[in-house]
């Protein structure tokens, strides 16, 4: 794949909103979770909320995209810059040139969910705007119109891959010619669907999720956006942040688990290294998707410890911000960048030791390294696998 710049980075989740808390959060080892304190949710249990997205409202002209996932985003675009890296891009590119591909694996569902709770007596939902709301596309559709641009426009929802898999669906779009530009990424937001449904698989976490512990027992839910800017690499762009590969795979195991032995996450790490056009040695640092949950983590142990052996540390930082599902890859995407910029592997948050049944090497403290390059892993019910390498540009 051609290598692409990153020429703008935004994310907000539990841990923090914009770039300079969620780094302070990782160097500091400050987890965002919290007790789930929202009307009609499961008890007892955690969750990443973003308390400072509820406050938040679209432009006028766009309020009828109103609702929480759409909150969340506009939060994420007034931070670190974004918006004005975009429209810079876009003076210099073209509105018309510059995709927006984003992930989402609920969208605005929570609109439905209270229009549910009003229904009326024949059991007839109250009028509401579902199509720039609940619906899978209105996401892109609010950012492309937010940011004023014209080109090409694609939701993608693949479970927990989602905002991963933007990264190389826009990828391919730019190589194609379609477009010279992208802004990728994804956005996911707390609702009840998710929460009881998770609740339902009995998947979720007595207390903070603690993913590669020994008697981990289960996922915490958060919320997330984060967004990138994604050009095609110049001449002068050597030493930039990049998307240096990725690689997908559909191993189509279970509906919602995974192979045991992790075959499709094999198959997507392989082909992200490939197209990256680099081996295995040359990662310093492997994002796991770590969910907390005892079959997911062990299949990806088993998967990272079949490419990597013990020689690359890996870690999950879903303990800092929970599982914030289609926004997850564009999240882990950004914290990689993080990584890169500070030389920074972060351990996994809330555990001693790792589970002693576990091959790979898993980082439980935070260490300070050279990281050139970051292997960041999504993975998701259907069997949907996405690998993104982070990294600088050659």
Same mark, same amino acid.
């Given at each position: 794949?051609?290598?692409?710049? /990153? ?31 929202? $009307?009609?949710? !499961? ?14 409202? !679209? !432009? @006028? ?40 591909? /984003? ?74 010619? /379609? ?100 081996? $295995? ?75 002693? @049944? ?37």
């Amino acid at each position: 794949m051609l290598p692409l710049r /990153l020429s703008a980075i935004t994310a907000t989740s539990a841990m923090g909103v914009g770039l300079v808390a969620t780094r302070q959060a990782l160097q500091a080892r400050a987890g965002g979770l919290t007790r789930c304190d929202l $009307p009609g949710m !499961p008890e007892g249990i955690w969750i990443g909320r973003v308390r400072d997205a509820e406050a938040i409202e !679209p !432009p @006028a002209p766009l309020a009828a995209f109103a609702c929480r996932n759409t909150r969340l985003a506009e939060l994420a675009l007034r931070q670190d810059g974004f918006d004005a890296a975009v429209a810079d891009a876009a003076a210099r590119h073209g509105a018309d040139r510059i995709a927006v591909v /984003l992930g989402t694996s609920t969208s605005g569902i929570e609109e439905t969910e209270q229009a549910w709770s009003r229904r009326g007596a024949d059991g007839a939902l109250p009028p509401y705007d579902f199509a720039r709301t609940h619906d899978l596309h209105a996401l892109p559709r609010y950012v492309r119109a937010r940011l004023g641009l014209k080109g090409p426009c694609v939701s993608i929802s693949t479970a927990c891959t989602s905002g991963a898999r933007a990264f190389l669906d826009a990828a391919m779009l730019i190589a194609a010619g /379609l477009a010279d530009a992208a802004v990728v990424g994804g956005a996911d937001t707390l609702c009840r669907l998710t929460l009881h449904g998770f609740g339902s698989l009995e998947l979720l976490a007595k207390g903070p999720t603690r993913p590669c512990a020994e008697d981990r027992d289960g996922i915490s839910i958060g919320e997330a956006a984060a967004f990138a800017l994604l050009e095609r690499a110049g001449p002068g762009d050597q030493g930039a942040l990049g998307l240096l590969g990725a690689g997908a795979s559909s191993d189509g195991h279970h509906m919602s688990s995974p192979h045991p032995e992790g075959h499709g996450a094999v198959a997507a790490m392989r082909a992200a290294l490939d197209s990256a056009g680099i081996g $295995p040695e040359a990662i310093d640092y492997v994002n796991m998707h770590g969910t907390g949950t005892r079959t997911n983590d062990a299949m990806e142990d088993r998967a990272i410890a079949r490419i990597f052996g013990d020689a690359v540390p890996c870690s999950s930082t879903k303990g800092w911000t929970g599982h914030t599902l289609g926004a997850s890859g564009a999240l882990e995407a950004a914290i990689a960048a993080i990584c890169v910029e500070d030389g920074l592997v972060p351990g996994c948050l809330g555990i001693a030791a790792p589970d002693p @049944a576990f091959t790979a090497r898993i980082a439980v403290d935070n260490a300070v390294a050279p990281v050139a390059r970051v292997l960041s892993n999504s993975f998701g019910f259907g069997g949907s696998n996405c690998a993104l390498v982070i990294g600088r540009l050659a």
